[in-house]
């Protein structure tokens, strides 16, 4: 019969572009997905952290500040990360660890205003010992958002201050203005008191 005379046919799958098209298109699902999967993690991990009262700090999540070698009172240069890492020198003070209580002399200055200080652990050695640098970032009312001055307020312990308007709110202009009604302020408190009028005007 003709039908046992015709050629025996195989049939085969796809050739060697049309499964490259494919698994290119499965890398390209699977790179979105993951993308997707970071993205979600770093907006619950922005989310959760701690950016002050009203979340007023969380514009500087992404922000780094520099301060030069010269403009700061030990001649090392620094470079402070609000919620990432605290260097000196590409040395590593340390990284964000959270809030911190602010400093009794910020605190008499804004008179019980919420907190406005991020301390900084788990920094490189500290010379030949086994003691980690630690930091402090304190945030203080300011025209303008820049890192203000770092200290080595002791060994292997760095302070840093930044201005910001981010830090000039309601309480804490009330408080500045009434310690000035009070009686002369000292020097950085007129400092102060003269970037709030400024700010709030």
Same mark, same amino acid.
């Given at each position: 019969a003709a039908a046992d005379t015709e050629p025996f046919r195989v049939a085969l799958g796809p050739g060697?572009?049309?499964? @490259?098209? #494919?698994?290119?298109?499965?890398?390209?699902?699977?790179?979105?997905?993951? @993308?997707?999967?970071?993205?979600?993690?770093?907006? #619950?991990?922005?989310l959760a952290t701690d950016h002050g009262p009203g979340r007023v700090f969380a514009s500087l999540r992404e922000t780094c500040f520099d301060l030069e070698s010269g403009a700061s009172a030990d001649d090392h240069a620094y470079k402070v990360?609000?919620?990432? #890492?605290?260097?000196?020198?590409? #040395?590593? =003070?340390?990284?964000?660890?959270?809030?911190?209580?602010?400093?009794?002399? =910020?605190?008499?200055?804004?008179?019980?205003?919420a907190p406005r200080a991020i301390r900084f652990v788990n920094g490189s050695s500290c010379g030949e010992s086994d003691v980690a640098r630690e930091g402090l970032l304190i945030f203080v009312c300011g025209n303008a958002t820049e890192l203000a001055k770092v200290v080595e307020e002791r060994r292997c312990f760095y302070r840093a201050t930044l201005a910001t308007p981010a830090a000039c709110d309601a309480e804490y202009v009330r408080a500045v203005r009434g310690r000035l009604d009070a009686g002369p302020p000292g020097a950085a408190a007129g400092s102060v008191a003269r970037d709030v009028t400024q700010t709030s005007t």
């Open positions: 060697p572009e049309a499964l @490259n098209a #494919r698994a290119a298109e499965l890398a390209a699902v699977e790179a979105s997905a993951a @993308n997707a999967t970071a993205a979600a993690a770093t907006a #619950r991990a922005h990360c609000p919620y990432g #890492r605290f260097e000196q020198d590409y #040395r590593l =003070v340390g990284t964000y660890g959270g809030w911190a209580p602010t400093p009794l002399e =910020v605190s008499a200055l804004e008179a019980g205003a």
